[in-house]
């Protein structure tokens, strides 16, 4: 039973414009979430991450939004850039031991 | 910023033999490592996680046997895939995690394993 989900497994967007990432997740009891970008044969690279305690955390590029009664949160990228283009995957900690539940990742491509 | 490093990047291995990744946190104490696995177009799976001088916790359908994990200091953890065999190629990352979030769980770079 998947926890977390990415339903989107990938994106393409104009070099410019907002990239919208979407997340989706079940269990309640998740208190912090994260976003990692990835390329291939690479460790994941912390983005941002939010509190469950806030809907809003803004970096930058980079804003990610909870909504909590939809269990749902959301990365945007804007302006997006043909150097975000890679495999974004959302993490989400909860449950015991502070572990991570990642989603299945999307892969998003710029273009320029 | 917090850093973990990670080696081998890449490792070949004969089946039937054992290798060990290694996972070092460089600025910060990691009380806690976590271990994934990465197959080809899929998440990251956790396997295990390890606390400094207990033993480790395994996921479901993680052999304990097989993938022998050691955190012997808080600023390194290792694992060990004994007896490898070709399903075991996978890429395998550490995370160093239970510390302050705004390290928000470094990851290694990762170590891509090839079975032969």
């Known amino acids: 039973d998947q926890q977390v989900k990415q339903n989107s497994p990938s994106l393409s967007v104009q070099e410019g414009r907002i990239s919208i990432l979407n997340c989706d997740y079940t269990n309640s009891m998740f208190d912090y979430f994260l976003w990692y970008k990835k390329y291939p044969a690479e460790g994941p690279t912390f983005l941002i991450s939010?509190?469950?305690?806030?809907d809003k955390n803004e970096d930058g590029r980079f804003t990610v939004f909870l909504n909590k009664s939809a269990k749902h949160l959301s990365l945007h990228i804007v302006p997006s850039q043909p150097g975000d283009s890679a495999v974004y995957f959302c993490a989400a900690r909860g449950n015991a031991g502070n572990m991570l539940t990642f989603g299945g990742g999307t892969r998003l491509m710029v273009k320029p | 910023g917090a850093v973990v490093s990670q080696h081998p990047s890449r490792v070949i291995c004969k089946s039937g033999t054992s290798v060990k990744i290694e996972c070092r946190s460089l600025d910060f104490q990691a009380t806690t490592m976590f271990w994934y696995r990465q197959f080809p177009k899929q998440s990251l799976m956790l396997m295990a996680t390890s606390n400094e001088g207990s033993k480790a916790t395994y996921e479901q359908g993680v052999e304990k046997d097989k993938f022998l994990i050691n955190h012997a200091s808080l600023t390194l953890s290792t694992l060990t895939v004994t007896s490898a065999h070709p399903e075991d190629s996978s890429f395998y990352i550490c995370s160093g995690g239970g510390g302050s979030e705004n390290y928000g769980y470094t990851f290694g770079s990762g170590t891509r394993l090839t079975v032969v």
């Open positions: 939010i509190s469950s305690i806030k």
